[in-house]
């Protein structure tokens, strides 16, 4: 239609034509002149009827909110008088020669300056996005995805798709299925990740691939994850970690300074995955704010405080927080309130020069020598879990002191995870993912002793959120099958489920490695949002329903006759 956006206004000489297309945001009628406020993807801006024309006049007062209207009209500066400084285009307007109502919108659904329900939202997601800064947010993520691509390519890398369509391989994470009509009694897996394919890229001799890759895992929601999302999936061949490293940095320095003007700081920290317990109680610690965790343990030794005495004596510990100034009973109530339904207990001592404030027995911790001036939050116990929650601990208080700075981001690289935990089952499981190197050279130490093994993998972290994660990955086959079998896969079950895998892997596999960005999760914490609904057009809510469309539904009737079939063969020819 020949027209200008509303946010190049601003380039074009005043008393020039201009037209406009977009969305009426709001009418002011003062009789002998309308205002009617447009609004397009790029911004907003006046326009106006006077008395001299009126029939325009008349039409101008007929516009409601979010009609669809294109103006011509002539671009004016706006008198002295008249300017809106804090105002968005609020020196400029257009005099409007012409309207066309290209489609009148009926009354919307709900209040859009009002405060609706995430349901209303997203079941008029379109009406959503117009309104609030979910647009914004699109178009962040949108240079965001051009800036990863640009640097990527610059380093070499190619960019190639991988199937969604794929073979179910034990990786983590449960999947969705899909019975195949042609092939009764055999299913689809949606791809959790390219992973396998990604590394036969590097088989075939691709020393550099990356892709944008939607990845589908069947998991409870929460705010940082949804049932598809996308991840930016890189891997390199002839690599070790520190060109991971290196690359990613560079990565993360051009993204922010091209999407935020923000000078990211490099290198990054790096922390071992056991530092990162000992000292925050995460594998993705916050550090925009310092208040690490600290060993008490000594100083409850001689303690009269029986309860601490006890753990201490019986080789557990008592670690926790300090903070130099006093506090009141807020904290307390925002550390219990973090705690609930946790199973856990803390201890809170705040001492001042004439008060002392704790949720233990005050005569006898009064007592304690070492106590300083300051808040003490400890915690007793003798596992991870314990670190764990103290950690929770340590983000609630910040969020109450107000430690945590607006605008800035801190980096770090979590290294050296378990290779191998124990699962809800009591079965080991890898920590990162099965095709991930240990720290040996050798199927016997593989065996050997699987859970003091280390995984040569490595986390991102971006203001305790995990925003990537990657491994130098196993290239030998004997080693793969060794990881298979700590795993309790049988002969049987490696060649079933892998033997194509380990085929490839024994015809020329070159050392490589690799990582996944959280797409997602990069573009909520750029835009500044608390979820990753901001930042995905149409997302789906915590119990994976589409409010918008209503999917997940029934199948129709037809498809209930055709695939009815499918799915009773798939199910019996399952294991």
Same mark, same amino acid.
């Given at each position: 239609m020949?027209?200008s956006y509303?946010?190049?206004?601003?380039?074009?000489p005043? /008393?020039?034509?201009v +037209?406009?297309?977009?969305w009426v945001?709001?009418?002011?009628d003062f009789?002998?002149?309308? #205002? @009617?406020? !447009?609004?397009?993807?790029t911004?907003?801006?006046?326009t106006?009827?006077?008395?001299?024309?009126?029939?325009?006049?008349?039409?101008?007062k007929?516009?409601?909110?979010?009609d669809?209207?294109?103006v011509?009209?002539?671009l004016?500066?706006?008198?002295?008088d008249?300017?809106?400084?804090d105002?968005?285009?609020?020196?400029?307007?257009?005099?409007a020669?012409q309207?066309?109502?290209?489609?009148?919108?009926s009354p919307?659904?709900?209040?859009?300056?009002?405060?609706?329900?995430d349901?209303?939202?997203?079941?008029?997601r379109?009406?959503d996005?117009?309104?609030s800064?979910?647009?914004r /947010?699109?178009?962040i +993520?949108?240079r965001?995805?051009?800036?990863?691509?640009?640097?990527?390519?610059?380093?070499? #890398? @190619?960019? !190639?798709e991988?199937?969604y369509?794929t073979?179910?391989?034990?990786?983590?994470?449960?999947?969705?299925?899909?019975p195949v009509?042609?092939?009764?009694g055999?299913?689809y897996?949606?791809a959790e990740?390219?992973?396998?394919?990604?590394?036969i890229l590097?088989i075939?001799?691709?020393d550099?691939?990356?892709?944008?890759?939607?990845?589908?895992?069947?998991?409870?929601l929460r705010?940082?994850?949804?049932p598809?999302?996308?991840?930016?999936d890189?891997?390199?061949?002839?690599i070790d970690?520190e060109?991971i490293?290196?690359?990613?940095?560079?990565?993360?320095?051009?993204?922010?300074?091209?999407?935020l003007?923000v000078?990211?700081?490099?290198?990054?920290p790096?922390?071992?995955y056991?530092?990162?317990?000992?000292?925050?109680g995460?594998d993705?610690p916050?550090l925009r704010?310092?208040?690490p965790?600290?060993?008490f343990?000594?100083n409850f030794k001689?303690?009269?405080f029986?309860a601490?005495?006890?753990?201490v004596?019986?080789?557990g510990?008592v670690?926790?927080?300090?903070?130099s100034?006093p506090l009141?009973?807020?904290?307390?109530?925002?550390?219990?309130?973090a705690s609930?339904?946790s199973?856990?207990?803390?201890?809170?001592i705040s001492?001042?020069e004439e008060?002392f404030?704790t949720n233990?027995?005050?005569?006898?911790?009064?007592?304690?020598?070492?106590?300083?001036?300051?808040?003490y939050v400890l915690?007793?116990?003798d596992?991870?879990?314990?670190?764990?929650f103290?950690?929770?601990?340590?983000?609630?208080?910040?969020?109450h002191?107000g430690?945590?700075p607006e605008?800035?981001?801190?980096?770090?690289w979590?290294?050296?995870?378990p290779m191998?935990?124990?699962?809800?089952?009591?079965n080991?499981?890898?920590?990162?993912h099965p095709?991930?190197?240990?720290?040996?050279?050798?199927?016997?130490?593989?065996l050997?002793?699987?859970?003091k093994?280390?995984?040569?993998?490595?986390?991102i972290?971006?203001?305790?959120?995990?925003?990537?994660g990657?491994?130098i990955?196993?290239?030998?086959p004997?080693?793969?099958e060794?990881?298979?079998?700590?795993l309790g896969l049988?002969?049987?079950?490696i060649e079933e489920r892998?033997?194509f895998?380990?085929?490839?892997?024994?015809?020329?596999?070159?050392?490589h490695?690799?990582?996944?960005l959280?797409?997602d999760?990069l573009?909520m914490?750029?835009?500044?949002?608390d979820?990753?609904?901001?930042v995905i057009?149409?997302?789906?809510t915590?119990?994976g329903l589409c409010?918008l469309t209503g999917?997940p539904?029934?199948?129709?009737?037809n498809?209930k006759e055709?695939?009815?079939?499918?799915?009773?063969?798939?199910?019996?020819g399952g294991e």
């Open positions: 020949n027209r509303v946010g190049d206004l601003r380039s074009l005043f /008393n020039s034509p +037209r406009i297309c977009g945001q709001y009418v002011r009789g002998r002149v309308v #205002f @009617v406020v !447009v609004k397009d993807r911004g907003i801006v006046q106006y009827v006077s008395q001299d024309d009126t029939a325009l006049l008349a039409e101008a007929r516009l409601s909110p979010d669809v209207i294109c011509d009209g002539i004016r500066e706006r008198p002295e008249m300017k809106k400084p105002v968005e285009n609020g020196d400029i307007e257009i005099e020669k309207i066309n109502v290209l489609n009148r919108c919307l659904p709900y209040d859009v300056n009002g405060d609706p329900s349901i209303t939202r997203l079941k008029y379109y009406i996005i117009r309104h800064g979910v647009l /947010n699109l178009q +993520r949108s965001a995805s051009m800036a990863i691509r640009n640097y990527l390519a610059a380093h070499g #890398f @190619v960019e !190639v991988t199937p369509l073979k179910y391989t034990p990786g983590g994470a449960r999947n969705f299925v899909v009509r042609q092939q009764p055999k299913f897996a949606l990740s390219p992973q396998i394919f990604k590394q590097m075939s001799g691709l550099k691939y990356f892709q944008f890759a939607r990845c589908f895992r069947d998991e409870d705010a940082d994850r949804q598809e999302f996308t991840q930016v890189l891997e390199a061949s002839f970690e060109y490293y290196g690359l990613i940095e560079g990565l993360m320095k051009q993204l922010f300074m091209e999407v003007g000078e990211i700081v490099t290198p990054f790096r922390l071992t056991d530092e990162a317990m000992s000292l925050y995460t993705k916050d704010f310092e208040l965790i600290i060993d343990s000594e001689s303690s009269r029986n601490f005495k006890s753990v004596e019986s080789e510990f670690k926790g927080l300090y903070w100034e009141d009973r807020g904290a307390l109530k925002a550390l219990e309130q609930t339904g199973g856990q207990k803390f201890l809170f001492k001042a008060s404030l233990g027995p005050k005569s006898v911790l009064v007592e304690e020598s070492w106590l300083q001036l300051g808040t915690v007793a116990g596992s991870e879990r314990a670190l764990q103290l950690g929770e601990l340590r983000l609630a208080l910040a969020k002191i430690l945590i605008g800035r981001y801190a980096f770090v979590v290294t050296e995870r191998f935990e124990v699962g809800e089952d009591g080991l499981q890898a920590a990162h095709f991930t190197m240990p720290n040996v050279t050798s199927p016997e130490e593989v050997e002793n699987p859970l093994l280390r995984a040569r993998a490595y986390d972290v971006l203001n305790g959120v995990e925003v990537g990657g491994s990955r196993i290239h030998r004997e080693i793969q060794a990881v298979f079998r700590v049988s002969d049987e079950e892998f033997g895998f380990l085929n490839a892997l024994s015809l020329g596999a070159p050392p490695g690799g990582i996944a959280g797409f999760r573009a914490i750029l835009a500044g949002a979820s990753l609904r901001e057009a149409f997302p789906k915590k119990s409010p999917a539904s029934e199948l129709f009737r498809q055709e695939l009815l079939p499918v799915f009773k063969a798939a199910m019996e």
